[in-house]
């Protein structure tokens, strides 16, 4: 009998800590939607896990990023419990939103904290030139990302910038030295990226700098 009790307080504590734990959850998710950094400090403090997968499985930094909960992301960011790298599915880490967002301040923290930016595959540059975000740009090459890194499917940054940033952004990768003769596994080229998606300013731009850098390589 005395084991009977026993056990039955056991299961009941063992409730109450799973209730807590629900609990703590769904209110550190909460907080990065109200973009509230107090709770999310109050729950750190408590011994939440800020790196619990959300319902997606996207952690709470990136989400934080991706729905511009930024005062969230910023406390998220300040906590060494936080796995700055972690990635999504999709193989996205927090700085390569941030790039995408063109949130300068908190890619740099990121950075700060020991963010990749020379990961394979999509890079936070290819995300930063996608929207133009030229400081952001500056940044990730001043931390030696690589200019032409190339995608799974051979896509640079200038390329992504040709479709779809803006002639401003093409302007800074071509002046930072990326290879406007370089052709993705389709065999396209920003020439191309940027005439398809009809911008003639960025197509003239990379093909200037295209018959520049052949005579200069002999290519």
Known sequence: MRKHFKFIAYLAVA???????AGSYDDFFAAIRKDDPAAIQNLLRRGFDPNSPGPDGSHGLYLALRDGSLKAAGALIESPKTQVDARTAKDETP???????????????????????????????HYAATNGHIPVMELLIEEHA?????????????????MYGTPAAVRFLLEAGADPTLKNQLGMSATDFASKANRPDSAQLIAAAAKAWREKYKR
Request: charged content about 15%; glycine content about 8%.
């Open 95 to 125: 700085l390569m939103m941030a790039s995408l967002r063109g949130q300068l301040e908190l890619a740099r923290k990121l950075v700060a904290r020991g963010a990749d930016v020379v990961k394979t595959g999509w890079t936070p540059l």
């Open 146 to 162: 690589y200019i032409d890194a190339e995608a799974p499917n051979g896509t640079t940054p200038l390329m992504m910038a040709a």
């Open 15 to 21: 409730i109450v800590v799973s209730s807590a734990s």
